[in-house]
């Protein structure tokens, strides 16, 4: 069984850290991966699309991290990605987990990605696409 992880470059730092949790709980379960980055978070669902098209993958971790600014860009980023996501989920009846961090500050943003902890989002995210998988009918 093989996994997508598809992250962010934005934002990099986090992301490379929620890349990091993910990849600890798939190790730990001896699950194969790709990871595949896409300039910011708006691009996952196309990506998500494209790998889902490829028939390669039981499942999709997608990870970003989106930072309020001054604009109403925030907004749109964050609707947008998270309706995406969705809607190629759904659609195509294949798990992707939600790992975007929607942060008003850095500094949450770093709380959600802590290296060293349980609560690292790639790490939740990684573990509940397997509890996913598991549970799961084969086809």
Excluded: W
């Amino acid at each position: 069984m093989q996994i997508a992880i598809i992250a962010s470059q934005f934002n990099k730092k986090i992301c490379d850290r929620l890349i990091t949790g993910s990849k600890k709980a798939l190790d730990k379960a001896g699950l194969k991966y790709e990871i595949f980055a896409v300039p910011g978070a708006f691009e996952i669902p196309f990506m998500a699309q494209k790998l889902i098209d490829s028939k390669k993958f039981a499942g999709i971790i997608a990870l970003g991290c989106v930072i309020k600014g001054e604009t109403d860009h925030y907004k749109a980023v964050c609707e947008g990605v998270t309706y995406g996501i969705q809607k190629v989920s759904i659609e195509n009846r294949i798990p992707i987990m939600f790992g975007v961090l929607m942060c008003h500050d850095i500094s949450n943003a770093f709380e959600r990605s802590a290296e060293n902890s349980k609560h690292n989002k790639g790490y939740e995210c990684a573990n509940g696409l397997i509890e996913i998988l598991q549970r799961s009918p084969q086809k």
